[in-house]
Antibody, heavy 119, light 108 residues
Framework: EVQLVQSGAEVKKPGESLNISCKGSGYTFSNYWIGWVRQMPGKGLEWMGITYPSDSETRYSPSFQGQVTISADKSISTAYLQWNSLKASDTAMYFC????????????WGQGSLVTVSS | SYELTQPPSVSVSPGQTARITCSGDALPKQYAYWYQQKPGQAPFLVIYKDSERPSGIPERFSGSSSGTTVTLTISGVQAEDEADYYCQSADSSATSWVFGGGTKLTVL
């Protein structure tokens, strides 16, 4: 059974850095693209980007390029979403999802990680 | 940037048919996918490649495509179908993926 288990909720201050994680199991992690989706409070889903754990190739949405870093460590079957300097507007739920790259969609989803940025 | 357009809300009575549309210029070239999201839960794939249904999804969920518009149809709507529904696709070059704004389905 494919499972994606995300790290827990975080409360941070503006300007702080943050790394949230997503651990995959039940499949060969390095063989599938994995991506991140943002959902701001009361709002819709936004595609942030995807990464291929096997060779670290990463694609970003223009809206998130330069704002976050998406990466993966295939040795521990874990993907990451990283911020160097958080803003209040980064407050959101973040979902990881296993991607079907060739058909451009998400097959399996993590449970979500809530990030709250507040002074 | 590429956009997919959905109606913000659709309301139907139990047993009726709900139709949720999604429009985008690249839809004739790229498949569309539909996700259901209930409050406090992660999204869940209900239709892939315009009209295919993943295993375990009830037959009352179906999808269709015509030109620049795709449609999610829920026949015989049940109370448990009340949720937000999002279409998703890619731009014409498949380098950037995008979600529609979402449609809140209310079962009256």
């Amino acid at each position: 059974e494919v499972q994606l288990v995300q790290s827990g909720a975080e409360v941070k201050k503006p300007g702080e850095s943050l790394n949230i994680s997503c651990k995959g199991s039940g499949y060969t992690f390095s063989n599938y693209w994995i991506g991140w989706v943002r959902q701001m409070p009361g709002k819709g889903l936004e595609w942030m980007g995807i990464t291929y754990p096997s060779d670290s190739e990463t694609r970003y949405s223009p809206s998130f390029q330069g704002q976050v870093t998406i990466s993966a460590d295939k040795s521990i079957s874990t993907a990451y979403l990283q911020w160097n300097s958080l803003k209040a507007s980064d407050t959101a739920m973040y979902f990881c999802a296993r991607a079907n790259y060739y058909d451009s969609f998400f097959e399996y989803w993590g449970q979500g990680s809530l990030v709250t940025v507040s002074s | 940037s590429y956009e997919l357009t959905q109606p913000p809300s659709v309301s139907v009575s139990p047993g009726q048919t709900a139709r949720i549309t999604c429009s985008g210029d690249a839809l004739p070239k790229q498949y569309a996918y539909w996700y259901q999201q209930k409050p406090g839960q992660a999204p869940f794939l209900v239709i892939y490649k315009d009209s295919e249904r993943p295993s375990g999804i009830p037959e009352r969920f179906s999808g269709s495509s015509s030109g620049t518009t795709v449609t999610l149809t829920i026949s015989g709507v049940q109370a448990e179908d009340e949720a937000d529904y999002y279409c998703q696709s890619a731009d014409s070059s498949a380098t950037s993926w995008v979600f529609g704004g979402g449609t809140k389905l209310t079962v009256l």
